[in-house]
C-alpha cells in the first residue's frame, strides 16, 4: 500500500484557481469554519498538511453527481448520523 502523502500549498493553490473560488469558498469545500481556517493548510510558515479525510471529502465533492451524493448521504443515515442532503450541496455553497 502507497502510504499518503498530502498535497503540497501549490497543489492546493491551483485547485482554488482552477474553480474559481475565494478562501472562504474552499473552506466551505472543506467543511471547515471558514477562509482563516482553510488558510492553515495553504499559507504560513508551518502550513498543515491536508488530511486523507478530508481531502477525501473535497474530492468527493468535486467528483459525484448529485445523485451519487445522495447515495452517500442516505449511508450515513443508515449508519445512523443526523444529516441534512442540503450540506453537500456543492452548488448552493458556490453560487
Known amino acids: 500500500m502507497i502510504p499518503y502523502e498530502a498535497p503540497s500549498t501549490t497543489d492546493l493553490q491551483r485547485l482554488k484557481e ?4 475565494s478562501g472562504n469558498d474552499m473552506a466551505d469545500l472543506a467543511s471547515v469554519a471558514g477562509g482563516q481556517q482553510w488558510r492553515k493548510y495553504t499559507g504560513g510558515a508551518e502550513p ?3 488530511n486523507l479525510h ?3 471529502f473535497i474530492a468527493a465533492r468535486l ?3 448529485p445523485a451519487e ?3 452517500v448521504v ?14 453537500f450541496d456543492l ?4 453560487a
Open 18 to 21: 482552477q474553480l474559481g473560488f
Open 48 to 50: 498543515r498538511g491536508i
Open 54 to 56: 478530508m481531502l477525501f
Open 63 to 65: 467528483a459525484l453527481s
Open 69 to 71: 451524493m445522495s447515495k
Open 74 to 87: 442516505d449511508k450515513m443515515k443508515e449508519i445512523g448520523a443526523g444529516v441534512d442532503r442540503a450540506d
Open 91 to 94: 452548488q448552493r455553497k458556490s
